[in-house]
């Protein structure tokens, strides 16, 4: 049974706007596309002027989006040695004191029920601790802190941990402004973008319907339709550190998906190897013609990746 494919990404969407104005126009006076378009008052022009002003929101958030990845990645790069040894540094503490592991609270730790202690998760947490073990590593005398045979032996120095922790915490601030930015721009795009769509959807389902038994003359406009007997699944790729995979089968006019934390780079083919698309995280990447075989590389060494794909193998 026939389906038509609509692209659910805004690149998709522009895309096939493009192509069935194109025909439409092309075609003149024999234009399939008058009456229906005459019926529900669109104007091809109009959206697609538009559509032209979405885009410029569009690459406004792309940019932004981008620069808050970048603020992640230096705050990430710049706090998680800190916090490693932040650990370390509770850990041998709470071997000093043990049995009075509540002792550690006078070092900003939490200590649940006086036992346990509880590590903070978010950033903004962690933050406090740091700073709250320096604060209270420097109110000893020089030499005389439990923390200072620790430091010692593992070439801490909690001067520098503050530097790179102030570091982290400037790029956090930039990241969560462009994120900010981002989405400000997202609205921006969807306001003007919201009729366009909806004419294009419209469009595409009359010509579907128009169509019905040759859905492939959809192909003429644009408009992808897929035929395929087995019906496609989605399916979750998780991409280790530093590493690649090539998916096959991938449905074009599909959608990728960036499920993950960290941006990754799709590549046409069984290779990373020409141009990419960067996807960032929560973002999508439309599946056009000639992309139904792809490499998908996660070049954080950071975390791993995770992307979800309809795929029909």
């Not at 469009?203 to 496609?232: M, T």
């Not at 989605?234 to 960036?258: C, E, H, M």
């Amino acid at each position: 049974m026939a389906r038509l494919m609509f692209p659910e990404t805004f690149d998709g969407q522009r895309e096939l706007l493009r192509l069935l104005r194109d025909k439409h126009i092309a075609d003149g006076a024999a234009s399939v596309l008058i009456p229906f378009l005459t019926e529900k008052a669109i104007d091809l022009d109009a959206d697609f002027a538009d559509g032209n002003t979405a885009q410029g929101h569009h690459n406004t958030m792309n940019s932004k989006t981008r620069g808050a990845e970048q603020g992640v990645q230096t705050r990430d790069s710049k706090f998680n040695p800190v916090f490693a040894n932040t650990r370390g540094e509770i850990q041998f503490l709470k071997a000093f004191y043990k049995p009075n592991v509540a002792a550690l609270g006078d070092w900003g730790a939490t200590v649940d029920n006086g036992k346990r202690i509880k590590l903070p998760v978010k950033f903004a947490d962690k933050v406090v601790l740091v700073r709250a073990i320096k604060t209270k590593h420097d109110s000893y005398p020089p030499d005389t802190s439990p923390l200072s045979p620790y430091l010692t032996e593992h070439t801490i120095n909690l001067t520098t941990e503050e530097t790179k922790t102030n570091q982290a915490e400037t790029a956090n601030t930039g990241q969560l402004d462009f994120r900010k930015d981002a989405e400000q721009a997202t609205e921006a795009r969807n306001n003007f973008w919201e009729t366009p769509l909806a004419h294009l959807n419209a469009c595409a389902d009359y010509l579907f319907k128009l169509f019905n038994g040759s859905e492939k003359k959809c192909g003429q406009w644009g408009i992808i339709v897929d035929s395929s007997p087995r019906k496609p699944k989605f399916r979750i790729s998780t991409i280790k550190l530093s590493d690649q995979i090539t998916l096959r089968g991938v449905v074009v006019g599909s959608t990728l998906a960036n499920a993950g934390t960290v941006s990754v780079k799709v590549y046409k083919g069984a290779t990373a190897a020409g141009s990419f698309d960067e996807v960032f995280p929560a973002g999508l990447l439309g599946i056009k013609k000639g992309s139904g075989n792809i490499t998908v590389v996660n070049t954080s060494a950071l975390a791993s990746a995770k992307i979800k794909t309809l795929r029909a193998k």
